[in-house]
């Protein structure tokens, strides 16, 4: 368990600070019609946004993990006792939305404030029960990420079925913000937020998806 712990955990902090990466390319290309809003924009994310961002995050992944690790002896038939899971949600969930980005920024007096908690919610459930299958696995030959994953998922099938479930709940999240637009509460981004503005998170998320995709084709080069 250390070690899936130890390979998963460090994978998914790269996958962090790429995103990252992209992200601050993404704000400063957006932000700098002119020299002094470029220097503004870059000044603005490093010192502020990035750390603001990953430790939200990091948070985030170290609850789901943890909580991954509390469930590996409650798998039962080759899934987790969905009791068990419901207990461990109620304990961990408050502690993973006080980390969440999309609801700190949004306001819970919006009609579809609770639309995104229900999908916040079913976001942790899901990242939790596919994080405990990957911790579980108990193959002495493992030794990198890629082994591990390709162990846990034998197929591309199994590997593409497993990411959509989540990135499903994220792709939900995106389009109820471009619904209600006028839910996010971000003091900085108004009055200037506007639909041009998400797109550029719509971006950030594709860029997140193209990356997995080009890691599933590195892992199951046979079923090209």
């Known amino acids: 368990m250390k070690r899936n712990y ?39 994310y490093d010192f502020i946004l990035k750390d603001y961002i990953r430790k939200k995050i990091k948070n985030q992944i170290n609850f789901i993990l943890n909580s991954g690790l509390l469930c590996i ?17 109620e304990q961990k969930y408050p502690e993973y939305a006080s980390n969440d980005l999309s609801l700190l920024h949004s306001s819970n007096n919006h009609p579809g404030f609770s639309e995104l908690q229900t999908i916040s919610r079913l976001t942790f459930r899901v990242s939790i029960i596919q994080t405990t299958y990957i911790l579980s696995c108990n193959d002495p030959e493992v030794k990198t990420y890629l082994q591990l994953m390709k162990k846990v998922f034998p197929t591309k099938k199994e590997s593409q079925d497993a990411l959509n479930s989540i990135f499903s709940m994220f792709n939900s999240m995106v389009d109820c913000y471009e619904k209600n637009l006028e ?25 997140a998806i193209n990356i997995i995709d080009e890691q599933i084709d590195e892992l199951y080069p046979e079923e090209e």
């Open 6 to 44: 130890y390979l998963f955990k460090h994978q998914l902090i790269y996958l962090l600070d790429s995103g990252l990466d992209f992200l601050r390319r993404e704000y400063v290309r957006r932000n700098s019609d002119t020299t002094f809003l470029e220097f503004t924009a870059q000044n603005y």
């Open 183 to 207: 839910i996010i509460t971000i003091p900085f981004y108004k009055p200037t937020f506007n639909l041009r503005d998400f797109q550029f998170v719509r971006l950030c998320y594709e860029y």
């Open 73 to 89: 002896d409650h798998i039962n038939d080759g899934a987790v006792d969905p009791d068990y899971l419901d207990k461990i949600i």
